[in-house]
């Protein structure tokens, strides 16, 4: 079930209450028969009143309504219904800027994909160009064994001319469609790295959010057990039974409580803004978080005789794709010798003219095709340079690789033991709130019956709000290394 956290209208339960008191222990006189009806139909009233005041609370980031915002069915549209883990999670999917600029990146990595493979497509070219010419070009004709200069050619040229050019073998166009499809895949396995982190850290909150809100109701029922403690005191001091000492311990007890929660209740508006931001919420956005308590109980269990497998953590994937991606430079560099053929044709539709008024009345064609071929003979030694910079980044990479292997081993092994380690301070811890609970418990009976002295119902007090508090910490570390535990064995599924 959820767990729900009610409000009851407590000054209408306890007027009505005592009324009930003052109407059993006075018996009924024949006189005042109308004055109890009415007394016994106001209490009925109010204490319906405050039966049907039961209105679900959920925690909220309301700064105008401080930590708590009560529920009623007339504020029904005024929220959105309470979220639970699951429903932050996919929020945060859609909505967290660090996980759409790694899908943005994705698409970039796709884009530069298309790219790359362009290279292997026809590349076509129109172009066209005027020229005039104030002094005809010279050209030498022989006459008679002599050499006479002679005017050339007209004064107006036109040339619209097509180009199509066809790579048949290049060493680029080859490294960079290789190089980008490892590239997709890299951008990709660091979108799984995003969404892995993301999901983590919105757990991690949305369980510290749960947890302030644990602390806020032991708080407040410390706050409740110490004021009723502090008018038992005063009425032992009027009544002579105890010094006012008793009193001014239970006063300091309940200022010291109620700081505890003021401090609680403002922390929790910090915990709200760090889960709304890892959302990607806005910042006057309203919500309400609800949990599964059963079901959050069921979860704190984790498999940890499963092995671990390095292949299912994303870093590990990408650092693989990195190597492909380096060893691909290798071999561009390493086939830099081979030759680079394209083929082309070209198409020009020239006119010519002496007179720019009949330029294109007639057109003098001329098309041609043939083959490119590019042979690099000597470069400076650069491409063996580089081949060679390209084999050591490779073997740096390699020594990435090993430092990653020991990183996600000791990731492991870390929050493995922290999970364990946790998972039994837990165990302990409830059983340390159930007896310090049964030990304050029977501590304020002797104390009612005069047996124990008031200070030892302080140390009961302190005992059992600790324990309280401990358990809680303990549940969220299990939470948190159990989180850390499944992230460092690669377990978290992430739907993108």
Same mark, same amino acid.
């Given at each position: ?161 097509? =180009? ?65 403690? *502090? ?31 003021? =401090? ?59 190597? *492909? ?46 083959? *490119? ?96 508090? =401990? ?26």
């Amino acid at each position: 079930m959820y767990m729900r956290l009610y409000c009851y209208d407590t000054f209408a339960l306890q007027f009505a209450r005592s009324l009930m008191i003052r109407i059993r222990q006075k018996p009924p006189a024949p006189r005042l028969m109308s004055n109890r009806t009415k007394l016994i139909f106001v209490a009925a009233i109010l204490y319906t009143t405050g039966m049907f005041a039961q209105i679900r609370i959920e925690t909220t980031n309301d700064p105008n309504a401080g930590t708590r915002t009560i529920f009623g069915k007339e504020h029904s549209n005024t929220f959105p219904p309470p979220l639970t883990l699951q429903d932050c999670i996919s929020y945060a999917l859609k909505n967290q800027p660090a996980l759409n600029q790694a899908v943005i990146d994705e698409a970039i990595a796709n884009t530069n994909k298309a790219i790359a493979l362009s290279g292997w497509l026809p590349q076509i070219n129109a172009g066209a160009n005027y020229q005039h010419y104030f002094q005809l070009p010279t050209a030498f004709f022989r006459n008679n064994g002599v050499l006479s200069p002679i005017a050339s050619g007209v004064a107006n040229y036109s040339n619209p001319q097509v =180009n199509v050019t066809q790579n048949i073998f290049s060493n680029d166009a080859l490294l960079a469609g290789r190089a980008s499809r490892l590239s997709l895949l890299a951008a990709k396995e660091n979108l799984k790295v995003t969404g892995v982190d993301l999901v983590a850290n919105v757990s991690k909150a949305f369980y510290d959010v749960l947890l302030s809100t644990e602390k806020i109701k032991v708080y407040q029922e410390d706050t409740a057990r110490l004021r009723k403690n *502090q008018e038992d005191a005063y009425h032992r001091y009027v009544s002579g039974i105890a010094d006012k000492v008793d009193y001014k311990q239970a006063t300091i007890s309940l200022n010291n409580s109620l700081s505890q929660l003021k =401090n609680a209740t403002e922390d929790l508006n910090g915990k709200y803004a760090l889960l709304q931001q890892l959302m990607g919420s806005p910042t006057d956005g309203k919500f309400t978080i609800s949990f599964d308590t059963a079901q959050m109980m069921t979860n704190i269990y984790a498999d940890t005789l499963s092995p671990l497998h390095m292949e299912q953590r994303p870093e590990y994937r990408q650092m693989q794709l990195t190597k *492909q991606i380096t060893h691909q430079t290798t071999l561009y560099y390493q086939m830099g010798f081979l030759p680079t053929l394209s083929a082309f044709y070209n198409y020009n539709y020239q006119f010519q003219s002496n007179n720019n008024d009949d330029l294109f009345d007639k057109a003098y064609p001329n098309s041609f095709a043939g083959l *490119q071929l590019t042979i690099p003979i000597f470069t400076g030694f650069r491409r063996t340079e580089n081949a060679h910079k390209a084999r050591l980044q490779e073997q740096r990479i390699d020594w990435d690789e090993v430092n990653l292997k020991l990183a996600i081993y000791t990731q492991y092994q870390q929050a493995l033991a922290s999970y364990k380690s946790n998972l039994y301070y837990l165990h302990t811890q409830s059983e340390n709130v159930n007896m310090a609970r049964e030990v304050y418990n029977i501590i304020k009976l002797q104390y009612k019956e005069g047996i124990k002295p008031y200070l030892d119902v302080i140390v009961g007090e302190t005992d059992l709000q600790t324990s309280e508090i =401990n358990y809680l910490n303990a549940l969220f570390n299990v939470l948190q290394s159990k989180i850390n535990l499944e992230k460092a064995m690669g377990t978290i599924q992430v739907n993108l």
